[in-house]
């Protein structure tokens, strides 16, 4: 696994399950992310999201039987 600190990337298609990002910024990207690795706040603009794995079964669960991500969330 590599460590990236610092770098921003444009356009790109980044595997968050594969390296570790630190400080990066992506913008305009498509983030995968299948929950095999844990990845810390992301500074994202624009990007789209592909879960795939453990992360999709776990948002298809949690979406099925309506079960909020918060109970206490400052936004209610």
Known sequence: ?????GKT???ATIDLDRDSYRDCTFIDCRLVYGAETPVGALKTFGCSWELTGSALR???FIHANSI?????CKDK
Not at 1 to 5: K, Y
Not at 68 to 72: G, K, W
Request: glycine content about 6%.
């Open 1 to 5: 696994m590599a460590i990236f600190t």
């Open 9 to 11: 990337y444009k356009g």
């Open 58 to 60: 776990a948002f298809e």
């Open 68 to 72: 909020p991500f918060c109970d206490n």
